[in-house]
């Protein structure tokens, strides 16, 4: 996607998200776990930035690794019968030199005790220190799945997104070509709107984007003419939706007489966002052209791609394998 495109549509970049320990703390009925605070009130401020989880494992043996300040820190079982084998100042020295990585908090799992030198780094560094009655297994799961909702990257951009035929399409363009017109239209054919203007876009793990509308206009939708309308109260709840991982972009730009389009289907362009790359479909906008029914087949087209098949190949194939003459 070129620059310009990006400043035009974009009006909020993602910004870092973090939470408090605190937060993190307040969170445990959501997560269905029994999270307490043992000791280290004082540095519930502190900040979790990941929602990777990080055990100390071989970090208590001296392994030269990193441990990111940003992470939940779990103590298991592993961790505690390790311990348990160091004579006293070994142990202390295994614990004290956890001191240089500025944990942000540590939870101990399956209520196990907690030894003495680590309830002394967390006074001393005022880490907070959690514990809980289920095993580790269970636990950094929970926290994971947690910590990736409340973590997620977001964005918001200026388009429409709509579900046809159970794919998540993003309708992208400049401000007028007819993105809102042509989503009604769509809605019309029996899909699903669900967000119209601004799209809160939500990364979801390494490679899939969700996407929604904003609050205050829900379900609503701009149209030159008209004004502000409510898709829910015109057509049913049917009709609309709440949030819709998206599958591919549509890209609409004014038809322009010396440009080159592609004619075969052949070229597969990509447009990254938050690091996900996403399909994209460039659809020049022309009098007498019906782009909500080319975006409607462009949408089959990409469920068969999904099921390993499409059609441009299978006719290129098909003409390398005739002869200069047209025999076969």
């Known amino acids: 996607m070129d620059d310009a495109y990006v400043s035009n549509s974009v009006d909020t970049l993602q910004k870092e998200r973090a939470i408090t320990v605190r937060e993190f703390l307040l969170a445990s009925p959501a997560m269905d776990l029994d999270l307490e605070i043992v000791q280290g009130h004082d540095g519930l401020d502190k900040l979790i930035r990941s929602p990777r989880i990080q055990k100390l494992g071989l970090m208590l043996a001296s392994f030269t690794g990193n441990l990111d300040p940003g992470r939940v820190v779990i103590f298991g079982n592993s961790e505690l019968n390790y311990l348990k084998i160091l004579d006293v100042e070994d142990r202390k020295t295994a614990i004290q030199q956890l001191a240089k990585y500025s944990m942000c908090c540590v939870v101990v799992t399956k209520q196990l005790e907690i030894p003495k030198e680590l309830l002394d780094l967390s006074k001393e560094e005022k880490i907070p220190v959690l514990r809980c009655s289920a095993v580790s297994s269970v636990v950094i799961p929970k926290i994971t799945d947690y910590l990736e909702r409340r973590l997620a990257s977001e964005m918001t951009i200026h388009g429409v997104l709509i579900e046809i035929f159970g794919l998540g399409v993003l309708i992208l363009g400049p401000s007028g070509i007819g993105k809102s017109e042509c989503a009604l239209e769509l809605v019309l054919k029996g899909h699903r709107l669900v967000a119209d203007d601004y799209v809160q876009l939500t990364r979801r793990g ?110 290129l194939f098909k003409k390398d394998e005739q002869e200069p003459d047209g025999t076969t």
């Open 206 to 315: 390494m490679d899939k984007l969700s996407g929604e509308g904003g609050k205050v206009l829900k379900h609503h939708m701009e149209l030159r003419g008209l004004g502000i309308i409510n898709i829910k109260e015109l057509f049913g709840i049917s009709a609309t939706g709440a949030s819709q991982n998206i599958d591919f972009v549509v890209r609409l730009e004014r038809w322009k007489p010396d440009a080159e389009y592609d004619r075969l289907g052949v070229e597969r362009s990509a447009v990254d966002f938050m690091g996900v790359s996403l399909p994209i479909i460039n659809i020049p906008v022309a009098p007498g052209r019906n782009v909500a029914t080319l975006i409607e087949v462009a949408a089959r087209i990409q469920l068969l791609r999904h099921r390993g098949y499409q059609s441009s190949m299978e006719n």
